[in-house]
């Protein structure tokens, strides 16, 4: 990934180095990447599908709950209300009750809580660093994260064969994409207008879950899926001048 951002940064004579990499929001970016990868990661690997996708979900309430605080956005009254109720549909989709819970999904609370880190320190590192600095930034960060932690791993490194290799190239490629997108778009837009959109992850990960995986929605989580999305849409239609006190 940091290969791909530094080619393409180099063919459009864009600018890698700069010492505004070693600022403060940039070491918080960093940290928060490392945090929310890794637990992610974990929650991914340890608990069902569907319920890591889900749990992903509560990012971008608590971005714009960052916004507000941090960057002085303005929210208004109905998305507060809006942000409630997807945190009631967050909570009713985490239910312990559910069968698809585990205490280990809050592994995936706290690859979350480093997302919504990552993102609002992207918001806040300085202009002067383009996409492509903070995309091989980020990228080298997890990869030298990704060789300290390999010394205190029990297991060994795997041998790629043609089948892994080609979803890794497709991950790299896809997931290049998505990380450029993600943060041009906290860097210029307003916060609590992008964020909704990430809301579309429902849609692709439950898909995943439950025809590849084999995975069950209960009737709690799909009501509360329903109310992330009306949350969401909430966000995404109110007047952006609603004034907030």
């Known amino acids: 990934g940091a290969f791909l951002f530094m080619c393409i940064g180099m063919l459009l004579q864009k600018q890698i180095w700069r010492p505004e990499i070693m600022s403060l929001p940039m070491h918080i970016r960093v940290i928060s990447e490392i945090f929310g990868r890794i637990f992610y990661s974990l929650a991914l690997a340890l608990t069902s599908f569907v319920s890591a996708t ?42 312990p009750g559910l069968d698809s ?43 030298i994260a990704g060789i300290v932690l390999s010394f205190f ?26 990380y450029a997108s993600l943060i041009t778009a906290m860097r210029i837009g307003e916060v609590s207008i992008i964020s909704p959109f990430r809301y579309t992850r429902l849609i692709f990960g439950l898909s995943i879950g439950v025809f590849i995986f084999g995975e069950t929605i209960g009737i709690p989580a799909i009501f509360g899926c329903v109310l992330i999305i009306l949350s969401s849409a909430i966000v995404l239609y109110s007047n952006r001048g609603t004034k907030s006190t």
């Open 54 to 95: 889900i749990i992903l979900q509560a990012t971008p309430l608590i971005v714009v709950i960052g916004a507000s605080f941090f960057f002085g956005e303005k929210v208004g009254y109905l998305r507060w209300a809006a942000i409630l109720i997807g945190f009631v549909g967050v909570f009713l989709i985490v239910n």
């Open 153 to 178: 791993s029990v297991q060994e490194f795997e041998t790629l064969d043609s089948s892994l290799g080609f979803g890794l190239f497709l991950g790299i490629i896809f997931g290049s994409i998505g």
């Open 101 to 143: 819970f585990s205490a280990l999904s809050f592994l995936a609370v706290l690859g979350m809580l480093g997302f919504a880190a990552r993102d609002l320190a992207s918001r806040a590192s300085p202009k002067e660093l383009n996409i492509f600095s903070l995309g091989v930034h980020g990228f080298l960060s997890l990869a």
